[in-house]
């Protein structure tokens, strides 16, 4: 079971040229499709002078993440494949999802030849990648705990110096920490609670969902 993996740590965009063609990637964060799709879209009318907006984007979780990839009018597989390989392949060859890459091209006058486009797309995605950095993102439970106003904010700390990801807090009769742990770590969280608290402290287990960490 996979519980983690890579994304972009932020949006960004970086350029290059190559014999005076123009090669913009823009990175993006998505989760959905119709997310990736939107953004493609946007950069066609806004940059409506460039003559090719190539893409490429992964969403999910390995090993079997959506992918696709588009050559928007360049020679097939010259363009948005090599994209996605540099997607699949980054840091190492561990990869990185939830994400989108558009290459816009504004045309120099000088044809590459395929082989220079596909060097051409995927190092201005390598670029992107360079600009925007990655964080990886993993699988948590997330769980319930309440304390007692007078030991939260003591409660928290620890939780936080141990290396629990605390979701958020809310305040009622008590003040109820929402924390996440890896599921196997489930055991492990629950005797850090006991010895936190004194035994008092009572773990309520929730959904499982997937956080980023930096």
């Not at 499709?33 to 390995?62: I, Q, Y």
């Not at 705990?145 to 629990?164: K, N």
């Not at 489930?186 to 960490?213: C, K, N, Q, S, Y």
Request: glycine fraction near 10%.
């Amino acid at each position: 079971m996979v519980t983690r993996y890579l994304t972009i740590a932020r949006d960004g965009e970086a350029e290059i040229e190559v014999k005076r063609s123009r090669f913009r990637a823009t990175l993006r964060r998505v989760e959905t499709e119709a997310d990736a799709r939107a953004l493609l879209e946007r950069l066609r009318k806004e940059r409506w002078d460039a003559r090719h907006h190539c893409s490429a984007f992964r969403l999910g979780s390995p090993p079997q993440p959506v992918e696709r990839s588009n050559d928007d009018g360049e020679p097939a597989g010259t363009a948005g494949a090599p994209m996605l390989e540099v997607l699949r392949g980054h840091q190492g060859g561990a990869g990185v999802s939830d994400v989108v890459a558009v290459v816009t091209r504004w045309f120099g006058g000088t044809l590459l030849g395929a082989g220079g486009l596909v060097r051409a797309y995927s190092d201005a995605v390598r670029a992107g990648l360079d600009e925007v950095g990655t964080l990886r993102r993993e699988l948590v439970r997330e769980f319930s705990l309440a304390v007692p106003y007078d030991t939260a904010g003591r409660v928290e700390t620890d939780l936080r110096s141990a290396g629990v990801t605390v979701l958020g807090t809310s305040y009622d009769a008590s003040v109820l920490l929402t924390v996440g742990a890896p599921p196997a770590d489930e055991r492990r969280l629950a005797a850090l609670v006991a010895e936190l608290t004194a035994g008092t402290g009572v773990l309520m287990a929730g959904e499982d969902r997937w956080v980023d960490r930096s």
